[in-house]
């Protein structure tokens, strides 16, 4: 569901602050991202996003299993148990798609850009294992929120790979934006969780940029 689409009144106060960093920060308005979800780009890129999503999020634990372990159990924990098993379906699908693209197409620079989504995977890993109140499960929900675009990018490449995509099983938004609310509430924790929020946020954003970056250099290559 589109963050434009919700109507945030009916959702619960806590939400404002997380809206409007996801509306800001998130992958839904970076102009690569949406030129991808238009399905219009070449396969390659396509199939570029895929394995460098995976890079990212292609391993267990990831994010959430993380932020599972390092979360008070509170009432983010169903959300936190759900989202795991819902994204473990996720993991295996980019993983489906990553394997159908098969070898990536030569690219200037291909050695650096590993490094470099490498280096975010660390951070995310990193953020994820937060002990400070609200921080990991601040990254979880944001990766949760974010998801629901990169998802349509990995539709897109399924598409073009003849690959069924399975249901989209993450929580629905509704009951994000409801824990979002009810940890706000609990205690001093938002700070940290739109700080969890955001970072995870600007390591999706620096993805985008890297495959632009890349989609570019294959252009003039």
């Not at 102009?31 to 399905?39: K, T």
């Not at 995976?54 to 599972?68: E, K, Q, S, Y």
């Not at 399924?158 to 989209?168: C, E, G, H, Q, Y």
Request: contains cysteine; glycine residues 6%.
């Amino acid at each position: 569901m589109p963050l434009e689409s919700v109507n945030v009144a009916r959702l619960a106060g806590g939400w404002s602050s997380m809206g409007a960093l996801a509306a800001s920060d998130g992958s839904a308005n970076h102009p690569y991202l949406q030129r991808l979800q238009a399905n219009v780009e070449p396969v390659r890129d396509l199939a570029d996003a895929a394995h460098y999503m995976c890079i990212l999020h292609g391993r267990h634990p990831g994010v959430i299993d993380h932020a599972a372990t390092h979360a008070p159990l509170g009432s983010e924990q169903a959300w936190l148990e759900s989202a795991a098993g819902a994204f473990a379906t996720e993991r295996a699908f980019l993983v489906r798609i990553v394997a159908a693209a098969g070898p990536l197409p030569s690219t200037p620079g291909h050695a650096e850009s590993e490094a470099a989504a490498a280096s975010q995977r660390h951070a995310l890993e990193t953020l994820a294992q937060s002990d400070r109140a609200g921080c990991a499960i601040g990254a979880a929900l944001a990766l949760a929120i974010d998801w629901l675009e990169i998802r349509k990018v990995l539709d897109a490449a399924a598409d073009r790979l003849n690959l069924t995509p399975p249901p989209f099983a993450l929580p629905p938004f509704e009951e994000t934006a409801t824990v979002i609310d009810a940890l706000v509430r609990a205690g001093p924790v938002e700070r940290a969780m739109l700080f969890g929020a955001q970072q995870l946020f600007a390591q999706h954003r620096g993805l985008w940029d890297l495959l632009e970056a890349r989609a570019s250099a294959r252009d003039r290559h």
